[in-house]
């Protein structure tokens, strides 16, 4: 299948910094990414939704000024986690699909812990 | 909007007991179904998928068949390993949007 390679795996930070996770797809174009949340022994959480060359589109009662996602290539996203807080600390997994695919592709997320 | 509903865990099976998890969706239109696994300390991986109802989707002895007039996806396994034990995903994918179930933990005891 193809290939989604998420970076960093994972990061420490402190309070108040920013993070940027990069989410890259390596042997296709992903017209479209999504950015989920999992908390611990918890279900996924869709944060939001991206078309390359778009501005994404969040979900209820997430905030697109604290997380903010740039699409701006076929191959390549980006979540920043602005100004993060304990709080933040999370386990965030991309995913990417082309228009060809009717399934969406994984990264191997990216472990947040904001002390 | 869409949503899955996946049975609740967690799950505790014996080595080569039958496993059956239950998944129903509610969707407009035609949406795909699959189910995810994510195994201890790694990212998701797809396991298999329906994309039409009917369909079966089977993969490392996993099998689930897309029941649409029941709105069903249920995993089932004949025999599970040890090395099954795992958090499994339902999920569907409709107008470009994706939602899961809240993932069922299982544990196989030897």
């Known amino acids: 299948g193809a290939v989604v390679s998420q970076h960093p795996s994972w990061v420490i930070c402190k309070s108040g910094t920013s993070v940027k996770i990069e989410c890259r797809s390596l042997d296709f174009q992903a017209t479209t990414m999504f950015w989920y949340r999992q908390f611990p022994k918890q279900s996924l959480m869709l944060m939001a939704t991206?078309?390359?060359?778009?501005?994404?589109?969040?979900e209820q009662g997430v905030e697109k000024d604290k997380f903010l996602i740039n699409h701006a290539s076929l191959t390549l996203s980006t979540l920043t986690v602005t100004s993060a807080h304990p709080e933040d600390s999370s386990f965030y997994i991309c995913s990417a699909r082309n228009t060809a695919n009717t399934e969406a592709f994984f990264g191997q997320g990216t472990r947040l812990t904001v002390v | 909007g869409d949503s899955v509903t996946q049975m609740e865990g967690p799950v505790t099976l014996s080595e080569e007991a039958f496993l059956t998890i239950n998944c129903t969706y509610t969707a407009t239109g035609y949406p795909s179904l699959f189910w995810y696994v994510q195994y201890p300390g790694e990212g998701l991986q797809l396991l298999l998928k329906a994309t039409k109802a009917d369909d079966k989707g089977s993969n490392k002895g996993f099998e689930a068949t897309y029941r649409k007039e029941t709105t069903s996806f249920h995993l089932e396994k004949g025999s599970v390993q040890v090395s099954d034990s795992a958090v499994y995903f339902c999920a569907l994918y409709n107008n470009n949007d994706m939602r899961f179930g809240a993932g069922t933990r299982l544990t196989v005891k030897p």
């Open positions: 991206s078309n390359e060359g778009s501005k994404a589109t969040y």
